[in-house]
Nanobody, 119 residues
Framework: QVQLVESGGGLVQAGGSLRLSCAAT????????MAWFRQAPGKERERVAT????????YYANSVKGRFTISRDNAKNTVYLQMSSLKPEDTAVYYC????????????WGQGTQVTVSS
């Protein structure tokens, strides 16, 4: 199973930008689809963005479409989430997750990184 470590969270003003990184170790990173989820206090976990194993296909939640960009570098075993035009409602703990190709379950999770957007 792959192990995941997120970084890049922090405090930013509304309208600002942040880039989250998720470094993977363990089994072959390029065999996993990757995703970013987020969870705000008192709210359910939300799938924010996904990217397939090759990086050729992505998905975005409507709430972040046009503002966030997911990408991956398989040579560096890293997936990124570039967040722009941040809003206070983007405040949450952001989690990186991995899904083995051919399966339906995200079975590896990072510890999460806090993103706080001030108004």
């Amino acid at each position: 199973q792959v192990q995941l470590v997120e970084s890049g969270g922090g405090l930013v003003q509304a309208g600002g930008s942040l880039r989250l990184s998720c470094a993977a170790t363990g089994r072959t990173f390029s065999s996993y689809s990757m995703a970013w989820f987020r969870q705000a206090p008192g709210k359910e976990r939300e799938r924010v963005a996904t990217i397939n194993s090759s990086g050729g296909s992505t998905y975005y939640a409507n709430s972040v479409k046009g503002r966030f960009t997911i990408s991956r570098d398989n040579a560096k075993n890293t997936v990124y989430l570039q967040m722009s035009s941040l809003k206070p409602e983007d405040t949450a703990v952001y989690y990186c997750s991995a899904r083995p190709t051919g399966t339906m379950v995200y079975d590896a999770w990072g510890q999460g990184t806090q993103v706080t957007v001030s108004s």
